[in-house]
């Protein structure tokens, strides 16, 4: 990523948690050591992979990801990070990793490219059963996806889904999908 797409990355991930019901948005995070810190609260996140992504893609992206967010603001610090690997509509695996493991790659060892036609609103009903407690959900994925059933993405996205949702594409973040199903830019 470049130092303008760290910048706007970092501002759209931001965004996503000072949003009402978000770990950052006021009266959430309260000074309460007395010395003018926050106690900020356990932060779960998850990060999306695409099976079509290249090796070195998805390798850069999960490591400007991390990176970014951590010189972002105290609470990427510590971190419950979710890892999904979308390798099909019928194959979507869940694993549970420490960022450190992404940010330098070893969780890519066995990364194979594979080249299938997938649809986002599966996804998107996945991570809306799996993953619903993660305050932040980032997917990282190759350009060019459609949706075909208007009425399961609207189902997936709301209630909540919607609002923590961080598509990028070509390591920026593109998308933001909206709660009518339609993208907000």
């Known amino acids: 990523m470049t130092p303008v797409e760290k910048l706007q990355f970092k501002n759209a991930a931001l965004r996503?948690?000072?949003?009402?019901?978000g770990p950052l948005s006021l009266g959430r995070a309260t000074d309460q050591t007395g010395g003018g810190r926050t106690n900020l609260p356990p932060l779960e996140m998850t990060l999306v992979f695409d099976g079509m992504l290249g090796k070195e893609e998805a390798e850069a992206t999960g490591a400007d990801v991390i990176a970014t967010l951590k010189n972002a603001h105290e609470i990427f610090r510590?971190?419950?990070c979710n890892v999904v690997w979308w390798r099909s509509d019928q194959e979507i695996v869940h694993e549970v990793m420490?960022?450190?493991v992404i940010q330098m790659g070893r969780c890519f060892a066995d990364w194979a490219r594979r080249e299938e036609r997938k649809r986002p609103e599966i996804l998107f009903a996945d991570l809306k059963k799996f993953?619903?407690?993660?305050?932040?959900?980032?997917?990282?994925?190759?350009?060019g996806y459609?949706?075909?059933e208007e009425d399961l993405l609207r189902e997936s996205l709301n209630p909540f889904l919607y609002r923590r949702?961080?598509?990028?594409?070509n390591q920026r973040a593109e998308k933001i999908w909206g709660p009518s199903g339609r993208i907000d830019r």
């Open 16 to 21: 996503i948690l000072h949003a009402p019901g």
């Open 78 to 80: 510590n971190v419950r």
């Open 98 to 100: 420490a960022t450190s």
């Open 131 to 143: 993953e619903a407690r993660s305050r932040l959900v980032i997917v990282a994925a190759r350009p």
């Open 146 to 148: 459609g949706v075909e």
């Open 165 to 169: 949702l961080l598509w990028m594409e």
